[in-house]
């Protein structure tokens, strides 16, 4: 839970428990030192009293009185721990090891043996086994001493013989642990507010810096640099550096961008420029020619005809395709017919008597020619005055334009140079409609893609003699899929 908190909570909880852990791992050792040094007390005062008895016992054991004993057992066995609370007991034993007097006279009868057999849960060493000062502890922790008492020619007349139950040794943990609590509540006492205010300190720059990371992309970087703190602390400087450098190359990223922006619309301000000014000129020249035709042969009705509807099908062109560049604005399109066909031959024939080129055409209708004439019309010329640039000087170029119940098809060829498939692809993905001399490739493309059909080069092998290049165009005929014949938007 602690790692989900913030810094100004985390920072003192973390000083609290930190002192809290150390303060209790303290007392437990200072616990068990004090245990320790305590059992170590309590078996030098029992030494000590054994000590005594020795010196205060041997004269009553050389004499044999049991009253003078008593008193002294009485007197010196008041020096053990707990006695009062019979934890402790003292005796002296004669030369056979039974009892003279002990300080507890029910616990130690006068009398009865006492080494070599079971004393309180205890057994006793025999009199030839404690001829030399023996301690014995038992499981619980209980300790019993047995001390000879020596004449002046070292023979042993009696034994002291002292007894401490375990209780007395046991530490008493209440006491011990009380300076534990008390130092664990100062700690908390004083390093809460201590803690809080120093984990402010520390989180606040974070904070600070969190949120100007928080706001990059919404706000100005010029700005946010502004908001973050400056800091003395060197790794909290460089959290706060990078966020700087992150912002002075957010700000010039923001700077590119609109910069490109901007090249980018006004690159496509040109890119549109230059299609309506490809497409608008393509017919012109057409058109052009009509109106000469129509000035030096207007008096032949069927002439004037002729040219009247050649100028009216070119102008509408020109207003469907101007029109689709409105916003918003509905355009309706007719289908294409075989007019269409011998307009676009007869606008494009003035381009190709410039360069003498020879155009042939044909027309194979199976079906109704149920596609948009505005876009067909525009392939067609762009595609012919592509052909008769390439066909070059004294060329050769036909235009073949076929309708099934699926598709309308227009393929094109000249006597120009091998223009393969892999080139075509290539060109029309590298100039993208850059190319000023590539538009009238680029517009066919982007119209195969709009209306789901197909732009492509024949291979050399499948081109027929004397012409090297094959383009074929063509787009679904709506008749297939709706018999009713809508009117091509």
Same mark, same amino acid.
């Given at each position: 839970m602690l790692p989900r908190l913030p810094y100004r909570i985390q920072i003192p909880m973390g000083l609290v428990l930190a002192v809290i852990l150390s303060v209790l791992l303290v007392s437990v050792v200072a616990a068990q030192i004090s245990a320790r040094s305590a059992r170590l007390e309590i078996v030098s005062t029992?030494? #000590?009293?054994?000590?005594?008895?020795?010196?205060?016992?041997?004269?009553?054991l050389a004499q044999d009185d049991t009253w003078r004993a008593f008193t002294l057992l009485r007197n010196t066995a008041a020096l053990l721990p707990q006695t009062e609370k019979g934890q402790s007991r003292a005796a002296l034993l004669d030369a056979q090891g039974r009892f003279l007097a002990g300080s507890d006279p029910l616990r130690l009868p006068t009398g009865e043996q006492a080494l070599g057999v079971l004393i309180n849960g205890r057994l006793l060493p025999t009199t030839s086994d404690a001829s030399r000062s023996i301690t014995l502890t038992t499981p619980d922790g209980g300790m019993t001493l047995v001390e000879p008492i020596r004449s002046d020619d070292n023979q042993v007349i009696g034994f002291v013989f002292a007894e401490v139950d375990a209780a007395v040794f046991a530490p008493d943990w209440a006491a011990l642990s009380t300076p534990a609590?008390?130092?664990?509540?100062?700690?908390?006492?004083?390093?809460?507010?201590?803690?809080?205010?120093?984990?402010? &300190?520390?989180?606040?720059?974070?904070?600070?810096t969190a949120d100007c990371i928080a706001q990059i992309g919404r706000t100005d970087p010029a700005q946010l640099q502004l908001l973050l703190p400056q800091l003395q602390d060197p790794e909290l400087d460089r959290i706060a550096g990078a966020v700087r450098q992150l912002l002075i190359e957010t700000a010039a990223?923001?700077?590119?961008?609109? &910069?490109?922006?901007?090249?980018? #619309?006004?690159a496509a301000v040109g890119r549109i420029t230059s299609v309506v000014a490809h497409e608008i000129n393509n017919p012109l020249a057409g058109l052009i020619t009509a109106t000469r035709t129509l000035r030096l042969h207007g008096d032949a009705p069927d002439t004037r005809t002729r040219s009247?509807?050649?100028?009216?099908?070119?102008?509408?062109?020109? #207003?469907?395709?101007?029109?689709?560049?409105?916003?918003?604005?509905?355009?309706?399109?007719?289908?294409?017919?075989a007019d269409d066909m011998q307009d676009i031959l007869t606008l494009a024939r003035a381009t190709a008597a410039q360069h003498a080129v020879v155009i042939s055409s044909e027309l194979a209708q199976q079906a109704e020619l149920c596609v948009p004439s505005t876009v067909f019309r525009q392939v067609m010329l762009n595609l012919l005055l592509n052909a008769i640039k390439a066909a070059g000087q004294a060329g050769q170029v036909h235009a073949s334009l076929s309708a099934d119940a699926h598709k309308v098809s227009l393929v094109i060829l000249n006597t120009g140079r091998h223009l393969s498939d892999d080139r075509l692809q290539r060109r029309l993905s590298t100039d993208d409609g850059n190319d000023p001399?590539?538009?009238?490739?680029?517009?066919?493309?982007?119209?195969?893609? &709009?209306?789901?059909?197909?732009?492509?080069?024949?291979?050399?092998?499948?081109?027929?003699?004397?012409?090297?290049? &094959?383009?074929?165009?063509?787009?679904?005929?709506?008749?297939?899929?709706?018999?009713?014949?809508?009117?091509?938007?």
């Open positions: 029992v030494q #000590r009293v054994v000590d005594l008895l020795v010196a205060q016992g041997k004269p009553l609590l008390i130092g664990a509540a100062l700690a908390i006492i004083v390093l809460v507010p201590l803690g809080w205010l120093l984990g402010r &300190r520390m989180a606040h720059p974070i904070a600070q990223a923001q700077a590119n961008e609109k &910069r490109a922006l901007s090249a980018e #619309r006004l009247l509807d050649l100028i009216e099908r070119g102008l509408q062109q020109i #207003r469907t395709m101007t029109t689709a560049l409105l916003p918003q604005a509905k355009v309706e399109d007719r289908c294409l017919t001399n590539g538009f009238g490739l680029w517009i066919c493309h982007e119209f195969t893609v &709009r209306y789901g059909g197909g732009f492509m080069a024949a291979d050399a092998a499948d081109i027929p003699p004397p012409f090297t290049t &094959r383009l074929s165009f063509w787009l679904p005929n709506l008749t297939r899929h709706d018999p009713q014949k809508p009117a091509v938007d």
